[in-house]
């Protein structure tokens, strides 16, 4: 995911910061407890596509770090 994209994009339901999990392929807004898929590079930011996280996964995450 490109960090100038990633500083553009918001969670659709709180306007917040999202944080990408390389790994599962996901954009994370830590806010709304939801994780937005990204598929073949592209982010699926709809709130009936997210997955909800529950509170342990989402203390769990590291701490969010700053764009640059």
Do not use: F, H, W
């Amino acid at each position: 995911m490109d960090s100038k994209l990633l500083a553009l994009l918001v969670c659709p339901v709180t306007k917040g910061p999202l944080d990408y999990d390389r790994t599962a392929l996901e954009l994370i807004s830590r806010s709304a407890r939801l994780a937005y898929p990204v598929r073949d590079g592209i982010p699926i930011l709809m709130e009936n596509e997210a997955r909800a996280m529950t509170p342990e996964e989402v203390e769990q995450l590291p701490a969010r770090t700053p764009l640059a």
